[in-house]
C-alpha cells in the first residue's frame, strides 16, 4: 500500500508540476498577446490621426481647387471682355483715322484769312464728309450725273476706263470733280496678269486723262477693288501692286459704303437709295461706289434722292485727292 501510495504522490507532484509549468507558460503569452494589442491599437490610433490629417488638407485642397476654379472663370470672362473692348477700340481707332485723314484733306483757300497762322474754323472741320466714287465711265449716263451733282453743289470722283465715252472726260474735270485711273481695259485676265501688264495699262488711262484734263491723275481704283479675288489666277499679284502703286506716288482707293448698283445688271432705285442710306449710318466720313456705265440708268434716277439724305444727315460732298484715306478693303490675294 505504501508502495502505492508513494508512486501515486510522485505522480500526483508530477502532475502539479506539468500543470504548474502550463499556468507560467500561457500566462507569459497572454501578457505578450495583451501587449501586441496594445501596440496594434495605439498604431491604429496613430493611423487614424494621420489619417483625420490627410482628410483635412484633402478638404482644404479641395477648397482651393474650387476657389482657383472661380478665378480661372472670372479671368477667362475678363479675358472675353477684354478682347471684345479692344475689337471696338480698333475700329474706332480705323474710323478716327479716317476722320483724321478728312480732316486733313486741303486747307481751304486763304480768301478769308485773317492774317494770322491760324485756321479758321470751317464747317467742313466739323461737318461728316462722303465722297461719291463712279467707276467703269464716262457713259451716256455721265452727263447727267453732272448735272445732278451741280444741282446740290456735290464733288464726286469718277474713276474712268479706256473703252467708256472718254471725251465726257473734260465734262468731268471743268465741272470741278476729281478723274481718277481705273483701267483702260477692265479686263482682270489682262490687267492682273502680271505687274508689267497692268502697269502698261495704267498708263494708257493714265495718258487719255492727261490728253483732257493737262494733268497726270494720280488717283487710281483697282479693278474689284484691292480686295478682289477675280485676279486669283496670279497669286500674290493684288499683295505686289498695293505696294507698288504707292511707291510710285499713286493713291489707290477702295470703298466704305457700297451703292449695290453692280449686284444686278439694273438693281431697283429703292435698293440703290437704301444702301447708300443704310451704309451711311453711324460713319462720319464715307466712300460711295456707284457705276457710271451705259446700262445704270437706276443709279442715275437714285442720285437725287441719295443727295438730299446724305445732305440732310449732314454730309458735305467731296472729290477725292492723294491726302484722302484710301477706304483700303485689305488684300486677299
Ligand atoms: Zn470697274
Known amino acids: 500500500m505504501n508502495f ?17 509549468l502550463l499556468c507560467v507558460i500561457l ?15 495605439s498604431q491604429l490610433e496613430q ?3 494621420e489619417n483625420s490629417q490627410m482628410s483635412d488638407k484633402l478638404s482644404s485642397a479641395e477648397q482651393e481647387n474650387e476657389s482657383l476654379k472661380s478665378s480661372v472663370s472670372d479671368l477667362e470672362s475678363q479675358n472675353n ?7 471696338n477700340l480698333q475700329s474706332q481707332n480705323s474710323s478716327l483715322k479716317q476722320e483724321n485723314s478728312a480732316l486733313k484733306v486741303k486747307p481751304t483757300s486763304s480768301k478769308n484769312n485773317t492774317g494770322t ?10 461737318g461728316k464728309v462722303c465722297y461719291l466714287t463712279f467707276d467703269d465711265g464716262p457713259s451716256n449716263n455721265t452727263l447727267k ?28 474735270h471743268e465741272a470741278g470733280h476729281a478723274v481718277g485711273l481705273h483701267a483702260n481695259v477692265h479686263d482682270y485676265k489682262t490687267i492682273y496678269a502680271s505687274e508689267e501688264a497692268f502697269l502698261a495699262d495704267l498708263n494708257k488711262i493714265s495718258a487719255t486723262v492727261e490728253s483732257y484734263t493737262g494733268q497726270k491723275s494720280m488717283l487710281t481704283r483697282f479693278p474689284g477693288g484691292s480686295s478682289n479675288t477675280a485676279s486669283d489666277f496670279n497669286p500674290g499679284i493684288m499683295s505686289r501692286l498695293t505696294k507698288l502703286l504707292p511707291s510710285m506716288g499713286y493713291s489707290y482707293f477702295d470703298w466704305n459704303v457700297d451703292s449695290t448698283d ?20 453711324n460713319k462720319r ?18 442720285l437725287p434722292q441719295i443727295l438730299k439724305s446724305l445732305s440732310d444727315m449732314g454730309f458735305e460732298f467731296k472729290a477725292l485727292t492723294t491726302e484722302s484715306n484710301g477706304f483700303h478693303h485689305g488684300v486677299r490675294n
Open 4 to 20: 502505492f501510495s508513494s508512486k501515486s504522490s510522485i505522480i500526483m507532484t508530477s502532475v502539479l508540476v506539468v500543470l504548474a
Open 27 to 41: 500566462g507569459v503569452t497572454a501578457i505578450g498577446g495583451n501587449n501586441k494589442y496594445k501596440d496594434l491599437e
Open 47 to 49: 493611423k487614424n490621426f
Open 81 to 87: 471682355s477684354l478682347t471684345e473692348e479692344n475689337s
Open 117 to 126: 497762322s491760324q485756321n479758321n474754323s470751317t464747317p467742313t472741320e466739323k
Open 145 to 172: 450725273i453732272i448735272d445732278i451733282l451741280a444741282e446740290y453743289n456735290a464733288k464726286a470722283t469718277f474713276f474712268v476706263v479706256g473703252s467708256g465715252k472718254t471725251q465726257y472726260i473734260k465734262n468731268i
Open 262 to 281: 453692280a449686284s444686278a445688271a439694273k438693281m431697283a432705285t429703292s435698293t440703290i437709295v437704301n444702301s447708300v442710306i443704310d451704309g451711311a449710318k
Open 285 to 302: 466720313v464715307i466712300c460711295v461706289l456707284f457705276h457710271d456705265a451705259a446700262g445704270k440708268t437706276t443709279t442715275v434716277q437714285a
